[in-house]
């Protein structure tokens, strides 16, 4: 398993709730720097290889962050990384000039990803049966 890349600070905040009987993961990313992103989404995407659940399912918080080349790299880095161990990701707050990425991310890979403006549309797809 690969370990996680580390952080003094692990400004990140990772917290994770019951929703109608599902746990969901909410990866909170609004606060923080492209290389705090980028360190967060390699950390992130090593926790849950390492943690080997097929059914997980999350939101990632974006509002206000912006992405450059590099942080977009590392996102199609990491995708393959997490695609096995995620079955669900809402991303909230993704400006809708970056939807065609996530597009381009779901086509590319088994990734279910769709944006959402707010936290409670978004927690109600990730619960739903398909």
């Known amino acids: 398993m690969k370990k996680p890349p580390q952080s003094k600070t692990q400004p990140w905040l990772k917290e994770e709730i019951e929703y109608q009987g599902v746990t969901i993961g909410i990866y909170d990313y609004r606060a923080l720097t492209i290389d705090e992103a980028i360190l967060a989404m390699e950390h992130n995407a090593a926790v849950l290889e ?7 399912r999350h939101i990632l918080h974006v509002t206000g962050v912006t992405t450059d080349k590099k942080a977009l ?3 199609k880095k990491v995708a393959p990384v997490v695609e096995p161990y995620v079955y669900k990701t809402a991303v909230v707050g993704i400006p809708s000039i970056q939807h065609f990425f996530l597009n381009f991310l779901n086509s590319i890979f088994k990734l279910r990803i769709q944006a959402f403006d707010d936290l409670e549309s978004a927690k109600e797809w990730l619960v739903l049966k398909d």
């Open 50 to 56: 390492n943690r080997g659940e097929t059914d997980q």
């Open 73 to 75: 790299a590392v996102c």
